[in-house]
């Protein structure tokens, strides 16, 4: 599948359209990654991205493409789950829970993204993620205070 930007022109006055639009591109960057492919994470990544794994490593765009490229990250499946996107004005906050498979293996974290519009282009400028110390944490959800 060819990757291309995205120029939305969905904002601020179409919510929900960008809500999905914006779920749509986490799994196709998502999609890519597993394939081992970098070219949407080029484009997707701002230059002054900054990152941190669930390794509780510091990340930088040209980090992230190197990653992906060495292919040490290559999973079978990758699923979202408990994903929920907010939107803030032009900028969105990505929250939820990946599910990745590698043969009888499964890594889980929890992970939050900040994506902006820049221009009707979404663009990814911030994530962080990090691992459950067990698996029962996976699903646990912060009660409201």
Known sequence: MATRRRKTGVGVNDPQSALDLLMRIEDEWM???????????????????????????????????????????????????HRHVVLHGEAAISTGIVALKSGNREHRFRYLRVFVNNHGEWRLIASQSARFATPEHALAHPTAS
């Open 31 to 81: 999609a890519q990654r597993l394939r081992g492919e970098s070219d949407m994470t080029e484009r997707l990544l701002t230059d002054d991205f900054q990152g941190g794994t669930s390794d509780g490593l510091v990340q930088s765009k040209t980090d992230f493409v190197r990653f992906i490229r060495s292919g040490f990250g290559k999973h079978e499946s990758a699923n979202h789950e």
